[in-house]
Nanobody
Framework: QVQLQESGPGLVKPSQTLSLTCTVSGASITTSYYYWSWIRQPPGKGLEWMGAIAYDGSTYYSPSLKSHTSISRDTSKKQFSLQLSSVTPEDTAVYYC?????????WGQGTQVTVSS
């Protein structure tokens, strides 16, 4: 059973960089054909896919966020991370990590991040 757990600060100031980590158990993040994604849900809005890192280390980003999003991984720690730079209050959301081969079979519980001074 694959389990995901997000971690990171719950409050970030505007213009700073939001950094979150997802720790994986029950699978290797190099398992063939798995994609490891970050998804967020702003208050009162739907889910927004932000980007993903694939089993082979390839990265994919939402065009609307690509300029200030970076996803990386640490295979030895079974973690993948999100960095979102130059945040604004509009980046306030519940952030989820999710994974699967097709779609998102596995989800973390989500972590609330608020951007506020």
């Amino acid at each position: 059973q694959v389990q995901l757990q997000e971690s990171g600060p719950g409050l970030v100031k505007p213009s700073q960089t939001l950094s979150l980590t997802c720790t994986v158990s029950g699978a290797s993040i190099t398992t063939s054909y798995y994609y490891w994604s970050w998804i967020r849900q702003p208050p009162g809005k739907g889910l927004e896919w932000m980007g993903a890192i694939a089993y082979d280390g390839s990265t994919y980003y939402s065009p609307s966020l690509k300029s200030h999003t970076s996803i990386s991984r640490d295979t030895s720690k079974k973690q993948f991370s999100l960095q979102l730079s130059s945040v604004t209050p509009e980046d306030t959301a519940v952030y989820y990590c999710a994974s699967g081969v097709r779609g998102y079979a596995y989800w973390g519980q989500g972590t609330q991040v608020t951007v506020s001074s």
